[in-house]
């Protein structure tokens, strides 16, 4: 659990030692009116032991808000998982003191948990609701620019209508589509772009990405055809070098440290061959360009199957030559991780460490997910190569 801060707030998790500001909160009448009339002491201390509990449990609920010049509580708000139509959700919400309404604080906090959702927990969806005639509420979840998404009832709430908002994580257009990514790390470290195999997601990078971001602002991507980015019909490892490159274009990213799982490790590779300047690090992950009949991956005929998964499998068949023939002019410093009980054969990893003018090879006890299966040695092999020169990051 961790104090958040924003221009204006201190915003810190709800605990048992905040029931007493939190009762402050609920003794003002416009809140009171929404929560069926102002709080005893005892519904206050309840409902602090029960956000603690939530936080420990689900990383997750509401914060206390404080003023950060003059230290005065604001409100209550954040985020917290909810119940709707049989379904958990994560919703927004916040609720403003009288002597702070109308100033903007309420959208302050629904940013910081918009934030918190799509930085932080990587989620894919937010919802907000409101009584259908809050107009205030219903205003500050267009600020935020959440989307209609129609009127319900709620079982807790009898047959009374609430207007629904929903958020969805945040997106760029790059190389003529939408791509949804995730964003973590303080602005001012030096940027590390993270791109998943084939079938996964940004989602795939969780395991590590927390302790990426201590040291860098960290970028994890859904390629095209994958997570909540756009699946535009035409898949190629080409192209989604190419969208890599119009990322870092649209997010300003001049030189960045590229790492790539699988898929992504191919991705990442071409565009260190197309544009070693935008490099400062390479890291490839239990993949790298295959040759000419390296790897033999048939079409798979499962009906469910996501458009884009064939068209690469096909590529991995029956790859460019020029993608390995390239390998050899890549100069930025590359870090290759292999998996110890990998199916992908290891003299492939090894022949690509020996032809790169400036490659190291590890080997780290793990399947072909070695981010996910053994976090620990992924991350200390990344902080060891990343360390050889900091500067340069």
């Known amino acids: 659990m961790h104090t958040r801060h924003t221009d204006r707030l201190r915003l810190e998790p709800i605990s048992p030692g905040h029931a007493g500001d939190l009762w402050l909160v609920f003794q003002d009448k416009h809140i009171a009116h929404w929560y069926g009339g102002p709080w005893t002491r005892q519904d206050a201390a309840g409902y602090a032991a029960t956000s603690a509990a939530c936080w420990q449990r689900d990383g997750v609920h509401k914060w206390l808000a404080y003023h950060r010049d003059t230290g005065e509580v604001v409100g209550r708000g954040g985020l917290s998982r909810t119940e709707v139509t049989g379904q958990e959700r994560l919703e927004v919400g916040w609720a403003i003191r009288e002597p702070f309404r109308g100033q903007g604080y309420a959208t302050e906090i629904g940013r910081a948990g918009l934030d918190l959702a799509f930085g932080d927990l990587g989620a894919d969806e937010v919802i907000a609701f409101t009584e259908h005639h809050n107009d205030r509420s219903r205003a500050v979840m267009h600020r935020l620019g959440m989307h209609y998404d129609g009127e319900r009832g709620l079982p807790s709430h009898g047959d009374t209508p609430f207007a629904f908002y929903r958020a969805r994580p945040p997106s760029v257009e790059a190389n003529g589509i939408r791509l949804t990514h995730r964003v973590a790390g303080d602005p001012a470290h030096p940027p590390m772009v993270l791109l998943h195999g084939l079938g996964d997601s940004r989602h795939d990078w969780q395991p590590v990405l927390p302790a990426l971001a201590e040291t860098f602002r960290v970028h994890a991507l859904d390629l095209r055809g994958h997570g909540g980015s756009d699946r535009p019909g035409a898949y190629s490892f080409a192209l989604m070098r190419d969208d890599v490159l119009g990322y870092l274009d649209t997010m300003g990213i001049e030189r960045c440290v590229l790492a790539g799982h699988s898929m992504g490790a191919v991705v990442a590779t071409l565009v260190a061959e197309a544009a070693p300047h935008r490099l400062t690090r390479l890291i490839l992950e239990d993949a790298t360009p295959p040759r000419p009949g390296d790897l033999d991956r048939p079409p798979m005929t499962d009906p469910d199957l996501p458009e884009v998964v064939n068209p690469i499998r096909a590529q991995l ?35 690509t460490a020996d032809r790169m003018p400036d490659a190291t090879l590890v080997t780290i006890t793990a399947g072909h997910h070695v981010h996910r299966d053994n976090p620990a040695g992924f991350l200390t092999a990344v902080s060891q190569f990343l360390q050889n020169d900091e500067s340069d990051a």
């Open 317 to 351: 068949t029956s790859p460019d030559p020029a993608w390995w023939e390239a390998t050899a002019t890549i100069r930025t410093p590359t870090l290759i991780i292999g998996g110890s009980g990998s199916p992908l054969p290891h003299h492939l990893l090894t022949a």
